[in-house]
């Protein structure tokens, strides 16, 4: 899987969830379970609460490069 500031968090959290929830957390979006919350792209969650999309998108694939 490879994730792109487009995609959507519910696709990323439904096939890695043990490698991506810590990294959402880390950032501050503890709401993962939230309908609304699950339908954001990456890049929408991280303007949200104010984090660099980039440096989170890189951290995600890393995480879920052997997913």
């Known amino acids: 899987m490879i994730i792109t500031k487009d995609t959507i968090i519910g696709e990323i959290m439904d096939a890695a969830p043990n490698e991506a929830a810590p990294l959402f957390l ?35 694939n890393a995480a879920v490069a052997n997913v």
């Open 26 to 60: 880390e950032m501050g979006m503890h709401c993962l379970g939230c309908p609304s919350a699950r339908a954001e792209t990456v890049e929408q969650a991280c303007y949200v609460h104010g984090q660099n999309v980039d440096a989170l998108l890189e951290k995600l």
